[in-house]
Structure formats: C-alpha cells, structure tokens
C-alpha cells in the first residue's frame, strides 16, 4: 500500500493549509483554544460553517449529487488532518453527518429538495432528539408520542442531554406513533421546527460550562406540538429502521483519528512541558504513548475500511460499532493522560473558567482546559450508543452470538 502523496494530493494539501489560515480567524482561534466543551459560541461556529460553505468543503462527505465536494479518498484524508493540525472549530453533526444521509435514502423529493439545500448552506442548525429521560441506549423504549390529527401529528414528551437544542432551527425526532407489537415497531421519524409552539428548551449546565455560560445540552420539552405529516421522513411506524441507519453514520460517519493524532502530538509537548522532561524520560510514561500510538493507527485503519465502503455504495453495517467503540475510549485515554501529565494543574480555577479571561493561566500553556474536557468526554462512551450496546451489536452481527 502507497501512503505517499500524490503531486495533486500535496497541491490540494497547501490549498487547504492557505485556506485555514485565511478563515480560521484570531478570534475563532482563541475561543476555540479556552473552549471547556465541543464548541464555541453559535455565532463564530456558524460563522466557520458558512465560510466551509462557500467554499464547498462542508458537506464534503455528502455524495457529488446532493452538492458534495468530490474528494478522493487522499483528498478526505489531507482535509481532516489538515484541520485536525491546525485545531479548527467542531463542526455541528447533527444535520450534516446524521439527518442528511437519513433524508437522502428515505426522503421523498420533496424533502430533499427542501432540506439539503439548507443543511449544505447553513441556513438551517439541526439537533438531534433521541435519547429521553430512562430512554438512553435502550432508544426503543422511548416514551414521546406522536399521535395523528389529520394531516398533522400532536407530540407530547420530552428528549433529553440534547446537544445545542439552544441553538436549533430544527430538530430531528423519534417518536411513538403505536403501541402495538414490539416497542420497534411503533416509532417514527419527524422533522420539528424549533420555532414551533409548544416547544420549550431548558439548559443542563454540567461542570464544564464557563462563567460566560456557553452550555451545551440541554432538555426539550413537547406539549401539544403541531408537526405536519409531511414532516415524517418514510413510513409511518419504521422509524426504527431510519434510525439505526442513521446510527451507522453517527457512530462511524465523523472519523476521530485526525483529531486524535493532533491530540497526541499536543499531549506530548503537554507533559514535556508540564514536567520539565521528565515524563518523556520516564520509561512507563514512553510505553503508555507508545500503545496509544498504536492504538490510533489502528483506528486510522478501521475508518479508511467504512469510507472505501461507502464509496462503493456498501452500508457501514457492524464496522461503525468497531469504531464507535475504539474511537470513544481511546478519546477517553487520551484525556486521562492530559490530566494526569499536568498533574496539579488540571485543578479547576474558577477565575479562569470563562473563554475570554485576561487572567494568566497558571501553569503549562494549554493545561486549564485539561480538566474541563476530561470532564466533558466522559460522555462520549455513552451518547450514540453506550460502549456495551457497541460490543453486543458487534457480538450479534459479526460473531452471530
């Protein structure tokens, strides 16, 4: 295998770096730096997607048709690391990397001509609303219903842990339309606008969130919300289907190696720093980063195999659970051993808690946000399915236990 690159991939890599440092802005860097949780504020992360917008690099995993950017498999590769190197913003999934590929294979035209459009130029925010309070990784035994009046629905219910609901145009929804046969086959799959009556959103603020109070998940509640019919996505009561589709490219469709290999070389100048060279010396210390190198590459692996599937029009299937499941903990790791290389300096100092704080930080450049993130990524071997649904899908499927 040839992992060089080509005289073209190289061109596009420096079309790539000279377009970051034209639109990735100093203010956009500084926030997205001190950031405690996945995102800056709303207003410099739509500012970000629309700049990728423009230049056609946001929907760059969507097929040619609906407006993607066509890359190769070298080109996606150089654009992640690229990005992931250069420490840009988190961009919001939940329209471009889960809803859109839903609407696309079980959308009618309508809503395709309607939706993706607006997803791909940013005119719309989505979230997502799945999980419910006693309905987490058990999603079929979600509760909010869904209950038809003529040519609408009336839902009633409430979701929760629902990432920038606070920021949403639209949200996208399962719900129970029957209660007849197995909990399975009585959801559906609605599209709801956040500007609808009824809708009421209410922040979680978790230990993460800054003095200047940029939260991230949030509780919706439903009472009474008028959803046109025209809103569901596929049949009626097979929402299930959808959303285990949708799943697949949760779990799988956002690669985490690119990131995390950028990760890994700013934990090695952390812990250089942190200890004046005395991690790097340190015997143990040099094979846990060594295992953790490896662990990544093997993740590297992993992804390269869900997007050569993709492009051949195969379905992720199980291979998304594998990298769900890696992905998360090795995440989950690599923040353990932030806190543990600045040791003291992971303690939260609550005069530095807000992004845009003049005050020095204290201690190693970098290691006042080790804590918080630490933190905030526990959650992450639990939402799109917890790391022991992963190993029973993967158990099931690919061992028939």
């Known amino acids: 295998m040839d992992l060089s690159l ?22 956009m860097r500084i926030e997205n730096a001190r950031a405690r949780n996945s995102y800056m504020s709303k207003e410099l992360t739509v500012d970000w997607m629309k700049r990728l917008s423009k230049k056609g690099w946001l ?16 080109q996606k590769y150089v654009f992640e690391m690229e990005m992931a190197a250069a420490g840009t913003p988190t961009v919001s999934p ?10 696309m294979a079980f959308g009618t035209k309508e809503q395709k001509d309607h939706y993706l459009p607006r997803i791909r130029t940013v005119e719309d925010v989505w979230c997502q609303g799945y999980s419910e309070p006693g309905s987490g990784s058990d999603l079929a035994s979600l509760r909010t219903r869904a209950v038809r009046d003529g040519d609408h629905y009336i839902v009633n219910g409430q979701k929760i842990w629902t990432t920038t609901a606070h920021w949403a145009d639209w949200i996208f929804c399962l719900v ?37 109070g940029k939260h991230e998940v949030n509780s919706v509640f439903f009472t009474d919300v008028r959803v046109p019919v025209a809103n569901r996505v596929g049949e009626e009561n097979k929402g299930w289907t959808y959303a285990k589709y949708l799943l ?38 040099r094979e846990k980063m060594a295992a953790l190198d490896i662990e990544i590459s093997s993740l590297e692996m992993f992804e390269n195999k869900f997007y050569a599937d993709l492009k051949t029009g195969q379905n992720p299937g199980p291979l998304s659970s594998m ?4 992905g998360s903990e090795v995440i989950q790791k690599m923040t353990e051993y932030a806190v543990e290389s600045v ?39 639990i939402y799109g399915g917890s790391s022991e649904v992963q190993r029973g899908i993967m158990a099931k499927v690919m061992l028939g236990l």
């Open 176 to 212: 129970r339309t029957s209660t007849e046969g197995k909990p399975q086959d009585g959801i559906s799959f609605l599209l709801i606008d956040m500007k609808t009556p009824g809708i009421k959103v209410e922040p979680i603020i978790t230990s993460d969130v800054t003095k200047a």
């Open 59 to 74: 929907a760059y995993t969507w097929p040619k048709e609906y407006g993607g950017a066509g890359f190769t498999a070298a």
């Open 323 to 326: 990298i769900k499941l890696r």
């Open 94 to 103: 939940f329209g471009l990397r889960m809803c859109a590929p839903v609407i």
């Open 6 to 27: 080509s005289k073209e991939d190289l061109a596009f890599q420096s079309e790539v770096r000279a377009w970051i440092d034209e639109n990735f802005t100093p203010e």
């Open 248 to 285: 697949e490219f949760e779990r799988g469709g956002s690669a985490y190696s690119p990131r995390l290999r950028s990760s890994f070389k700013k934990l090695q100048v952390l812990a250089d720093a942190a200890d004046e060279g005395g991690y790097l010396e340190d015997p143990s210390w």
């Open 343 to 381: 040791g003291m300096y992971a303690q939260p100092f609550g005069e530095l808690r807000a992004f845009n704080s003049n005050v020095e930080p204290v201690g190693p450049d970098g290691a006042e946000t080790v804590g918080p993130k630490y933190f905030n990524h526990r959650k992450v071997t």
